[in-house]
């Protein structure tokens, strides 16, 4: 995990796939930190129009930008189709919060040559690091 800090320093635009609107829900939250962090967020989920006042895409796919981070919100089993878009798109990295888990996934990541970090949450990694 000695990459954390220097992803978190090069990468400006972060897309969070599952971020909802519901400011009860750890996604909003962690969006919210890093966007008044500096960070661009990118909101991804198809029952959202926007969130924290970024328009928000039904699909990573349908993000019309380079994108840094793929930040995951979504239950492991949902996991390994986000990070084949990632790849495909050119993130730069894969970022599953905590207790989201796919090693296979993360191996498909780390073959494309993307960074991958798994089980950890972006917030408390950029606050360990930078507050």
């Known amino acids: 995990m000695d990459m954390i800090p220097d992803l978190l320093k090069k990468s400006r635009v972060i897309a969070v796939v599952g971020l909802s609107s519901k400011q009860f829900r750890p996604s909003y939250g962690v969006a919210e ?5 500096g960070y ?14 970024e328009k ?8 019309p930008e380079h994108i840094d981070i793929v930040d995951i919100f979504r239950r492991s089993e949902f996991v390994l ?4 878009d990632a ?3 050119g993130a730069s990295a894969v970022w599953m919060q905590e207790e989201v888990v796919h090693e296979e996934a993360a191996e498909k990541a780390r073959a494309a ?3 991958v970090v798994m089980d950890r949450c972006i917030l408390k ?3 360990r690091y930078f507050r």
Do not use: C, F, W
């Open 33 to 37: 930190y890093m966007q008044k962090e």
């Open 40 to 53: 661009r967020i990118i909101p991804v989920n198809p029952h959202e129009t926007e969130v924290l006042g």
């Open 56 to 63: 928000a895409y039904a699909r990573l796919e349908d993000v």
């Open 81 to 84: 189709p986000i990070v084949e």
């Open 87 to 89: 790849i495909r798109l």
């Open 113 to 115: 040559g993307l960074a």
């Open 125 to 127: 990694e950029h606050s």
